[in-house]
């Protein structure tokens, strides 16, 4: 006999799976809404009572918009240049047949394994060379080393799925290469671009140690520097910290939950085909 199935157990664990994730979320919030002197007391405190915006009021000032729009110029920079080279460069490794292209995806996987702050020196030297160092360009470059191979790794199985014989029928017609790759294919890709697209937007969203160690200047650096920053040698100012970090998470749960449907389905069919 089948055993018998209890859709009610998968249920309770996977409340208590979401709940468990959602916990560090619901305790920022709960920590932003609370008075400064009661956040460090005795015993935790699961309701924030008496309710108050003081740490809101701390952390919304001219500093935190600064930072919001360099992060925001910086993470659409990173979108940007990510699917100018890693669209022409799937394309490459998944139609063109030249030797060592499976030396090169092999590559790509090894690149994503060094954490940022190994590439932080390296980086920091080449751009004070080459005197991109403390601006937006600068930072833009260095974040896109790290979401490029997964540009290239994602969007060339997406590439291989689509059929030859409309890119071939097209040539046919008349059509070169780059209206083939702009009219044929980049239609047919949508969902894995909005994917790689996506999660481009939240890597540079959410990278803090290019923007501590390539950038110096408050006007160029990043949100996350400035999270770091309430962060002290005496102490640490958990109300407007959590209240900022409150609203640095508000784009990207509007970014994943706009583009949820795309970022899941094209991450599948990158996974399944080629």
Not at 126 to 148: F, N, Q, S
């Amino acid at each position: 006999m089948k055993p018998a199935r209890r859709p009610w157990l998968l249920t309770a664990t996977a409340t208590l799976i979401t709940a468990a994730f959602l916990l560090p979320v619901y305790w920022m919030i709960n920590t932003s809404l609370m008075r400064p002197d009661r956040i460090l007391g005795e015993s935790p405190r699961w309701i924030p009572a008496p309710v108050t915006t003081e740490n809101y009021s701390a952390a919304l000032d001219d500093a935190l918009l600064q930072a919001l729009f360099n992060s925001l110029v910086i993470s659409c920079g990173v979108v940007a240049l990510t699917l100018l080279f890693g669209v022409p460069l799937s394309y490459a490794l998944a139609r063109v047949r030249m030797r060592g292209s499976g030396t090169m995806v092999f590559a790509l996987l090894v690149a994503q394994l060094p954490p940022s702050i190994v590439l932080a020196a390296p980086l920091f030297i080449l751009e004070r060379r080459a005197g991109i160092d403390d601006t937006y360009i600068g930072l833009i470059a260095a974040d896109t080393t790290l979401t490029l191979p997964f540009a290239v790794i994602v969007l060339r199985p997406v590439l291989r799925g689509v059929p030859r014989d409309l890119e071939e029928a097209a040539l046919v017609d008349g059509c070169g290469l780059a209206g083939v790759l702009l009219r044929i294919v980049l239609p047919l890709m949508v969902p894995g671009l909005v994917a790689v697209a996506g999660l481009s937007f939240l890597i540079g969203w959410g990278e803090f140690v290019f923007g501590l160690t390539l950038a110096k200047e408050p006007g160029v650096q990043p949100v996350t520097v400035l999270l770091n920053s309430f962060v002290g040698q005496h102490g640490t100012a958990w109300g407007a910290l959590m209240a900022t970090a409150a609203v640095v998470c508000v784009p990207v749960v509007c970014v994943f939950a706009i583009f949820q449907r795309f970022i899941v389905g094209g991450l599948t069919a990158g996974s399944i085909k080629g």
